[in-house]
């Protein structure tokens, strides 16, 4: 596509968007309205689906693990865009500025629970493709626009059922999480760890028949602490970390303890494996007499289907280099004249599956600012909703074109 061209197009996706700005804040309004804590995202689902079927999708459906999906085109280049619609709960809504289910708007930003996380996203991508079905644009591409599910709670679970069971893989994934309108390439990943000490029960009246498993375990802990300075460092995501985060044991306040087990949260860099973390951990418990396991995560869809699996989210990171980048930055400049900067997330997304485990190549770009998330202030800046549905919708031209 010659510049002039591109030029052209760009301002034409612009003025659609802020001509159907009113309908994607209304559509973010009600996802807002709706509770859809993990696992109990039925409603704004249907909610998606629905929005889905109104923009004119070619396609609209809920897969096996209860995500939305609209499809667009029949292209050779599979693009999904994903965006979760599931969120943490709320523990006392009178923290909040705003009633986190009552959507509003002040100052020109949307408040409400999601809002940052990820359901501004969810309205980015959906009136992305919005706009390309109301301008009638087509190219050598499929658009995939998922409303995931799932995600807070067990990041990548419910992306790696689309791709693993129900067989739909695209050849490149971009997350709606929040970027601020600028370009993410990559997480740490996370993993979970139990660590566990055996002793022998006896009454409290008799300590001395039996063994304290806790007392067991404190220099485990101390151990594992100390690990810390010779995990594997990165160049860009600094050195990995290990927390004890939890610890318990049998709940009989009257009796010597005979088990123990602390919960070990380690923050890992891209390449590392579920092998190798257990082998480093391991390495240090097993001469103290404690064993190291990576437990599975039980997971279940507001479907009812089990999606379980190990408590490991691989960490990623996309080559600087890579087209992906390159057409993001592409579109960022047609739109705005001028490239996105470009860096990496703090916290966990779904692209510990699809590039950490999957090796799809993957890209964050969203309108919300990560400051908002999991917060009481959540909210997302109306104007930049408009515009990274723009950038929704110029993307796969860009990159279905470029050499």
């Known amino acids: ?3 002039e061209e591109l030029t052209q197009l760009a301002q034409r996706i612009s003025a659609t968007a802020a001509e159907l700005a009113e309908r994607q804040q209304q559509f973010l309004a009600d996802l807002i309205a709706i509770r859809s804590y993990t696992g109990h995202e039925g409603l704004a689902v249907e909610r998606t689906l629905q929005e889905l079927r109104a923009i004119g999708c070619d396609e609209v459906w809920m897969d096996s693990a209860g995500n939305a999906l609209g499809r667009i085109g029949q292209g050779k280049r599979v693009i999904l865009y994903d965006a979760h619609l599931d969120t943490n709960e709320v523990t006392d809504e009178r923290e909040w500025p705003h009633l986190p289910f009552q959507p509003t708007v002040e100052n020109g930003a949307m408040w409400g629970l999601g809002a940052s996380d990820c359901k501004g996203g969810v309205a980015a991508i959906v009136y992305g493709a919005a706009i390309l079905i109301a301008l009638n644009l087509t190219g050598d ?9 799932l995600e807070e709670d067990a990041e990548g679970f419910a992306l790696r059922s689309l791709v693993e069971k129900d067989g739909v893989r695209p050849d490149v994934v971009l997350l709606a999480e929040a970027t601020d309108l600028t370009l993410r390439r990559g997480q740490r990943g996370r993993c979970e760890v139990r660590v566990r000490t055996a002793g022998k029960a006896a009454h409290a009246s008799t300590p001395h028949l039996g063994e304290n498993a806790i007392l067991k375990m404190l220099p485990v802990i101390a151990a594992l602490e100390a690990m810390t300075p010779t995990l594997p460092t990165h160049a ?9 985060s939890l610890i318990g044991g049998p709940h009989t306040p009257n009796s010597v303890p005979s088990w123990c087990e602390a919960t070990v949260d380690r923050r ?9 973390v257990l082998n480093s951990i391991r390495a240090v418990v097993e001469p103290m007499g404690a064993t190291a396991q990576i437990p599975d995560q039980p997971v279940a869809t507001h479907t009812g289907q089990r999606l379980d699996g ?3 989210y691989p ?3 996309l080559d600087e280099g890579h087209s992906l980048l390159a057409a993001g930055q592409t579109t960022a400049r047609a739109l705005w004249g001028q490239p996105a900067p470009v860096g990496v997330w703090r916290f966990s997304t779904d692209g510990t599956y699809s590039a950490g485990a999957a090796g799809i190549p993957t890209m964050g770009f969203g309108p919300e600012e990560e400051k908002y998330v999991h917060t009481v202030d959540d909210q997302v800046d109306l104007l930049k909703l408009q515009k990274a549905a723009a950038f929704y919708a110029l993307f796969p031209f860009i990159f279905a074109t470029q050499d």
């Open 315 to 317: 960490g990623w990171l």
């Open 141 to 149: 591409f499929t658009l995939l626009v998922m409303g995931a599910t």
């Open 1 to 3: 596509m010659k510049a």
């Open 268 to 276: 890992m860099m891209p390449g590392e494996s579920m092998e190798s």
């Open 236 to 244: 860009i995501f600094g050195q990995g970390t290990q927390v004890v």
């Open 310 to 312: 190990p408590s490991f």
